[in-house]
């Protein structure tokens, strides 16, 4: 149950943004943009933390207390992407500078992330129907 429900939270939240990234490309990447851009650590930011720290903690509480076969593919991805939330958090200024590079160069690059978020926002929903 737990893992279900953890793929289901992750597919969900994925598809959502993939999509208001690839339908509202524009207005999304340059609030993402100012967000990026800012000199402190904006307040804003805070609810995508808490949400990703959420995570973490629930992925390896069921991985240890409550695990299933395969619940191993979940606690791989979901520690890998806590990286990306942990540089931000303690390492705010080089991170930000990064992802606003990757931001101002996107072109291509934004849509193809929102394609690739999209494609595994639906295989976590998969792996909550027929996996777990």
């Known amino acids: 149950m ?33 967000q990026y851009a800012a000199q402190k650590f904006p307040k804003r930011l805070y609810i995508f933390i808490l949400y990703g720290i959420v995570m973490v903690f629930t992925t390896w509480y069921a991985t240890i207390f409550h695990y299933v076969e395969y619940g191993y593919i979940l606690t791989i991805i979901v520690t890998i ?17 990064k992802i606003l590079n990757f931001i101002d160069s996107g072109g291509w690059k934004l849509w193809a992330l929102d394609i690739f978020i999209l494609i595994m926002g639906i295989i976590f929903f998969l792996l909550g129907i027929y996996v777990y």
Do not use: E, M, P
Request: net charge positive; aromatic share 22%.
């Open 2 to 34: 737990w893992f279900k429900l953890i793929s289901f939270v992750l597919g969900g939240v994925c598809i959502l943004k993939a999509l208001i990234g690839l339908f509202f490309h524009k207005k999304f990447y340059s609030w993402d943009r100012r």
């Open 81 to 97: 992407s806590s990286i990306k939330l942990f540089s931000i958090l303690f390492n705010w200024k080089n991170t930000s500078k």
